[in-house]
């Protein structure tokens, strides 16, 4: 059965910077596209960045873009984001998902996380 576990999350400051961790437990990994979503209060969730199975493509959403990088290591089965140059706006809960291989420009996901809380303070 797999499991997200992401962590990472915190209380920053304006132009702060974070590096998210999701531990993806399961064997199809490195079969995997891996994404991030984020989820405000009051506001819909955004599919904000993704990253195919090999790590070779990603995907940003244009509020990120330039700010956020996504990368991974399927040698230990952890995708990253590192955030940098923080906004108040980036305030969110940040999960992690799991989708099949050939669909990391989707908003899709068969595996779900519980989030990691980001509140940055202006």
């Known amino acids: 059965q797999v499991q997200l576990v992401e962590s990472g999350g915190g209380v920053v400051q304006r132009g702060d910077s974070l590096r998210l961790s999701c531990l993806y437990s399961g064997r199809a990994f490195k079969y995997s596209d891996m994404k991030w979503y984020r989820q405000a209060p009051g506001k819909e969730r955004e599919f904000i960045a993704a990253?195919?199975?090999?790590?070779?493509?990603?995907y940003y959403l244009d509020s990120v873009k330039e700010r956020f990088t996504v990368s991974r290591d399927n040698t230990k089965n952890i995708v990253y984001l590192q955030m940098v140059n923080l906004r108040p706006e980036d305030t969110a809960l940040y999960y992690c998902?799991?989708?099949?291989?050939?669909?990391?420009?989707?908003?899709?996901?068969?595996?779900w996380g519980q989030g990691t809380q980001v509140i940055v303070s202006s």
């Open positions: 990253i195919d199975s090999t790590g070779t493509n990603t």
């Open positions: 998902a799991a989708a099949p291989f050939g669909t990391y420009l989707q908003p899709n996901y068969n595996h």
